[in-house]
């Protein structure tokens, strides 16, 4: 053993009981003799591990214990700031979260079932309700009369409008129209067509969006539609339905007024007192009637609502009336030159009561006593379906007519006129 570079040889062992004494220079302790577990008549040995094979695997390095160990506490605290900052947005998320479901200050149960939110702004189809609404509601005006209230659409950029002539009746010079935005201008009456309810205002604004025409003799029943107007004085109100009927004939009128006479389009789109005037249009937003007249179970104007029949003028007949208004003042009125026999008929079809010499139902053959059962096809109840269809085609449009002469048919191509008074 070496302690501080110099070497010392163990003292000599005094001798053991039982003969055996340990040799000089021995590696073993003197009390090593004494160890009960030791046979000392065993020869000693060193015993050494075996060589390593050349080649093979090396032995894991031993470390060193007196070596530095490496420090954990920067890693301990950024795990500790990485948890404190996600239980914080945690937290936060949590709460905003709480707000929008309605559970901050109440009881904690969840209303309605989650979904995704509503986008801020939803780009609806064009051809949509929405869509077709955003495209015409524009053009619709509310116009106001002394007393009273209707409704209409633009028609040009420079101001002209079309409404009902039963809207304007009396009214003065205090007319004014108001428009979907809350603007309001002063208005005046261009002209009217008192027997077929069509009149033109001028609105005292340029640069007007003018609606879009559709075609009145393309749609069918069943089409769906939309009615604008102010029903009861609610402005910009939109009712959906359907084409109920095309060619509804009525006779409407007030006691010692106009009696006027539609060939109407029918629908069961919600319309009421102060939607007249405004656009019947399809579902490509093109106008294709003028809404006009309701059907009611009420006694009284004032207790007339909406029971899903009301009625517009094709916009084919309100179109060429409001040109003919714009063009010259005035509309021309068409006719067959014949006066026919209007309520209480018992015959089945339009009784010709008489036959003007040069007019046009002359022209074609047709007498006094003829009952006339069918224009272009559609079948003739009495004299007043006759005069509404025949105001709905232009002058100088040729119709096919059906008629009964006594007890023979025969049928006749009439070439309609425009009325010279």
């Given at each position: 053993?070496?302690?501080?570079?110099n070497?010392?040889?163990?003292?000599?062992?005094?001798?053991?009981?039982?003969?055996?004494q340990?040799?000089?220079?021995?590696p073993?302790?003197?009390?090593?003799?004494n160890?009960?577990?030791?046979d000392?008549?065993a020869?000693?040995?060193?015993?050494?591990?075996?060589?390593?094979?050349?080649?093979?695997?090396?032995?894991?390095?031993?470390?060193?214990?007196?070596?530095?160990?490496?420090?954990?506490t920067?890693?301990?605290?950024?795990?500790?700031?990485t948890?404190?900052?996600?239980?914080?947005?945690?937290g936060t998320?949590?709460?905003?979260?709480?707000?929008?479901?309605g559970?901050v200050?109440?009881?904690?149960?969840?209303?309605?079932?989650s979904?995704?939110?509503?986008?801020?702004?939803?780009?609806?189809?064009?051809?949509?309700?929405?869509?077709?609404?955003?495209?015409?509601?524009?053009?619709?005006?509310t116009?106001?009369?002394?007393?009273?209230?209707?409704?209409?659409?633009?028609?040009?950029?420079?101001?002209?409008?079309?409404?009902?002539?039963h809207?304007?009746?009396?009214?003065?010079?205090?007319?004014?129209?108001?428009f979907?935005?809350?603007?309001?201008a002063?208005?005046?009456?261009?002209?009217?067509?008192q027997?077929?309810?069509?009149?033109?205002?001028?609105?005292?604004?340029?640069?007007?969006?003018?609606?879009?025409?559709?075609?009145?003799d393309?749609?069918?029943?069943g089409?769906p539609v939309?009615?604008?107007?102010?029903?009861?004085?609610?402005?910009?109100?939109?009712t959906?339905?359907?084409?109920?009927?095309?060619?509804?004939?009525?006779?409407?009128?007030e006691?010692?007024?106009?009696?006027?006479?539609?060939?109407?389009?029918?629908?069961?789109?919600?319309?009421?007192?102060?939607?007249?005037?405004?656009?019947?249009?399809?579902?490509?937003?093109?106008?294709?009637g003028?809404?006009?007249?309701?059907?009611?179970?009420?006694?009284?104007?004032?207790?007339?609502?909406n029971?899903?029949l009301?009625?517009?003028?094709?916009?084919?007949?309100?179109?060429?009336?409001?040109?003919?208004?714009?063009?010259?003042?005035?509309a021309?009125?068409?006719?067959?030159?014949?006066?026919?026999?209007?309520?209480?008929?018992?015959?089945?079809?339009a009784?010709?009561?008489?036959v003007?010499?040069?007019?046009?139902?002359?022209?074609?053959?047709?007498?006094?006593?003829?009952?006339?059962?069918?224009?272009?096809?559609?079948?003739?109840?009495?004299?007043?379906?006759?005069?509404?269809l025949?105001?709905?085609?232009?002058?100088?449009?040729?119709?096919?007519?059906?008629?009964?002469?006594g007890?023979?048919?025969?049928?006749?191509?009439?070439?309609?006129?425009?009325?010279?008074n």
């Amino acid at each position: 053993m070496t302690d501080g570079g110099n070497w010392r040889r163990p003292p000599t062992a005094p001798s053991v009981p039982g003969g055996h004494q340990q040799s000089p220079g021995s590696p073993w302790w003197t009390d090593a003799l004494n160890d009960p577990w030791r046979d000392p008549q065993a020869p000693s040995a060193v015993v050494l591990p075996p060589p390593v094979p050349t080649g093979g695997p090396a032995l894991d390095p031993v470390p060193d214990p007196d070596a530095p160990r490496r420090s954990y506490t920067p890693i301990l605290l950024i795990c500790l700031l990485t948890a404190l900052l996600a239980g914080g947005i945690g937290g936060t998320l949590g709460f905003v979260f709480a707000v929008r479901g309605g559970y901050v200050g109440g009881s904690g149960t969840q209303l309605g079932a989650s979904g995704q939110q509503a986008p801020a702004a939803v780009d609806r189809d064009p051809e949509s309700f929405a869509g077709v609404t955003k495209k015409v509601q524009p053009s619709v005006v509310t116009v106001h009369v002394t007393g009273a209230i209707g409704s209409g659409f633009v028609v040009s950029a420079d101001g002209y409008v079309i409404t009902n002539d039963h809207v304007v009746d009396g009214a003065g010079d205090t007319m004014s129209v108001s428009f979907s935005d809350g603007s309001t201008a002063p208005a005046k009456l261009v002209g009217r067509a008192q027997e077929s309810d069509i009149a033109v205002i001028k609105v005292a604004k340029s640069n007007l969006p003018a609606i879009e025409f559709g075609d009145s003799d393309a749609i069918a029943v069943g089409d769906p539609v939309l009615a604008f107007g102010s029903p009861l004085a609610l402005e910009n109100t939109v009712t959906a339905g359907i084409v109920s009927a095309l060619d509804r004939t009525i006779e409407a009128g007030e006691s010692g007024g106009t009696t006027r006479y539609y060939a109407a389009i029918q629908t069961d789109a919600a319309v009421n007192q102060g939607n007249s005037g405004g656009p019947l249009v399809n579902a490509a937003g093109q106008v294709i009637g003028v809404n006009s007249v309701i059907r009611s179970v009420g006694g009284a104007d004032t207790e007339a609502g909406n029971i899903g029949l009301a009625f517009a003028i094709p916009i084919n007949q309100a179109k060429r009336i409001a040109q003919d208004i714009i063009d010259t003042g005035k509309a021309r009125r068409t006719v067959i030159g014949a006066e026919v026999t209007t309520g209480g008929s018992s015959a089945s079809g339009a009784r010709l009561r008489s036959v003007e010499p040069a007019g046009p139902a002359a022209a074609a053959g047709l007498k006094g006593g003829d009952v006339l059962t069918k224009i272009n096809g559609h079948p003739l109840q009495d004299g007043t379906d006759l005069i509404a269809l025949v105001r709905k085609y232009a002058p100088g449009a040729t119709v096919a007519v059906e008629y009964k002469r006594g007890t023979k048919t025969a049928s006749a191509s009439v070439t309609l006129a425009a009325d010279t008074n």
